[in-house]
């Protein structure tokens, strides 16, 4: 509750997205994008490729255009999510 208090304050409104539709989760943007970077690379050890990883989730995650893409895609779906 008082997060929520807090979020009408502050003029944040939050998006619930429906069980099992990980198309919709804005973090598999972010895998996606990973995968495919990592996918040609030949990493020598679990530490190389752990570093790695590290390093495209933090590029990845700061970058506005992935909000960006998860807004539009998200929003080009109709009537399947509910604002609560």
Request: hydrophobic letters at 50%.
């Amino acid at each position: 509750r008082k997060v929520k208090a807090m979020a009408e304050r502050l003029g944040i409104t939050f998006v619930f997205l429906p069980p099992y539709s990980p198309d919709l989760n804005p973090i598999e943007f972010i895998w996606k994008s990973i995968k495919r970077e990592i996918s040609s690379m030949f990493l020598m050890c679990k530490e190389e490729l752990k570093e790695i990883v590290e390093n495209l989730f933090y590029i990845f995650a700061s970058s506005l255009s992935f909000a960006k893409a998860w807004i539009e895609k998200f929003l080009k779906i109709p009537e399947i999510v509910t604002i609560q």
